[in-house]
């Protein structure tokens, strides 16, 4: 069974690890959000289109289209490994990296744990 390609969701899925709202690439492209929202919705999207939006994003258009998860984490981390700001036509946005989005949710969930902790053992000496 061949496994269909949905270049929109890959697009979409890119955009939201890389933390890139769709007025930007929307306006990176020169259409509005709500056009720009049919493109992530598309199964096939055209090429000048997906080179556009690899621009937009800073991946490779190979990235969008022969999409694998582990592969995208492992391209956009290394692509803004020492980047934190950036700069463009369409105003300043953040970059960051997923792990540590990932390590930063993790002390924020053990954080709250310890939080937990702390009202039990006070309710239990009361």
């Not at 692509?79 to 934190?84: A, D, H, I, L, Y």
């Amino acid at each position: 069974m061949d496994k269909t390609i949905r270049i929109g969701p890959n697009i979409k899925f890119i955009r939201n690890i890389k933390g890139v709202k769709q007025e930007v690439v929307a306006t990176g492209l020169g259409i509005s959000q709500p056009e720009y929202s049919l493109i992530e919705n598309s199964d096939v999207v055209d090429e000048q289109i997906i080179i556009q939006i690899a621009q937009i994003l800073n991946v490779t258009p190979e990235l969008i289209k022969e999409f694998n998860e582990n592969q995208a984490f492992y391209s956009i981390e290394n692509k803004v490994e020492n980047t934190t700001i950036s700069e463009s036509a369409h105003g300043i946005h953040q970059v960051f990296s997923p792990v540590e989005k990932v390590v930063e949710l993790y002390e924020r969930l053990l954080a709250s744990e310890r939080e937990k902790i702390e009202i039990l053992k006070s309710q239990n000496n009361k």
